[in-house]
């Protein structure tokens, strides 16, 4: 099929079966779930169609669509620790201080004393804070964190909520 480009960059959100908002796919993705059965149309949200044409056939590609299948719901797993996802995080600040400069990684509760290497026991710290706490606790070095630190999200609810926020930019109705 011969698609004009200006459609062929649309992208389409794809829900999971429980109409949960899970990520955006091109339109060509979109109809081979549709076609092959595997994707429905999600109407109930809007009634927007991107039209493609080809030489003797116009598809009505709906904006929405929800999978039917149930296994299409990506497994997934909280991913180990690491460096740039943890001051990504802490947007790259100390979590003592706030300065951006010289970010280390801290153990709130050092090792030393059963802390462990995981997403809730780990924080950015500029080298001067973590070097001052030592092998203290925040308590102990009369240090206060800015935020507990907690482990990311499944990818899809940081989607969906990215969704329904911008639904709400819009102003739309649901
Ligand atoms: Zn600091």
């Known amino acids: 099929m011969n698609y004009p480009t200006e459609t062929l960059n649309r992208t389409i959100t794809v829900f999971s079966q429980n109409y949960l908002p899970i990520s955006r796919i091109n339109i060509r993705r979109a109809i081979i779930l549709l076609v092959t059965g595997k ?3 999600l109407t109930s949200l809007t009634q927007e169609y991107w039209e493609v044409r080809s030489v003797n056939l116009i598809l009505e590609v709906p904006t929405h669509i929800r999978l039917k299948d149930k296994s299409k719901e990506r497994v997934w797993k909280v991913p180990p620790v690491n460096r740039r996802e943890v001051l990504k995080r802490d ?3 100390c979590q003592y201080c706030g300065t951006g400069d010289k970010l280390t990684l801290d153990h709130v509760i050092p090792k030393s ?4 290497h995981t997403w809730d026991n780990v924080v950015t710290a500029c080298a001067k804070c973590n070097c001052f706490k030592g092998d203290r606790t925040p308590v102990q070095a009369g240090m206060v964190l800015k935020k507990l630190p907690t482990p990311p999200l499944h990818p899809s609810l940081v989607f969906a909520e990215q969704f329904w926020r911008h639904q709400n930019e819009l102003g739309v109705e649901h």
């Open 39 to 41: 994707a429905e149309a």
């Open 113 to 116: 004393k059963g802390g462990k």
């Open 91 to 93: 947007k790259y600040q």
